[in-house]
């Protein structure tokens, strides 16, 4: 299980890693400005303790399983 995303009451404050590889793109498409800043696109060793520092909107962080590529 590795950190996949923060919530707040209004929805998405963070994303660190889509659960499904195609939904990334949707997101962004969906929601382009709220979501500006606050995807992982380094895919870097991001936790929920850091981001709970730096977005205090933040109430829920969720783990998802890292599933193999298609």
């Excluded at 923060?6 to 997101?27: K, Q």
């Excluded at 995807?39 to 399983?65: C, H, M, P, W």
Aim: hydrophobic content about 30%.
């Amino acid at each position: 299980m590795v950190f996949e995303a923060a919530w707040s009451p209004e929805g998405a404050t963070f994303i660190n890693r889509p659960r499904w590889y195609d939904t990334l793109s949707e997101i962004r498409q969906e929601c382009p400005n709220k979501l500006n800043e606050r995807i992982n696109e380094s895919g870097g060793g991001t936790t929920a303790e850091k981001v709970k520092q730096n977005r205090s909107d933040s109430l829920l962080f969720n783990d998802s399983l890292v599933r193999k590529g298609p």
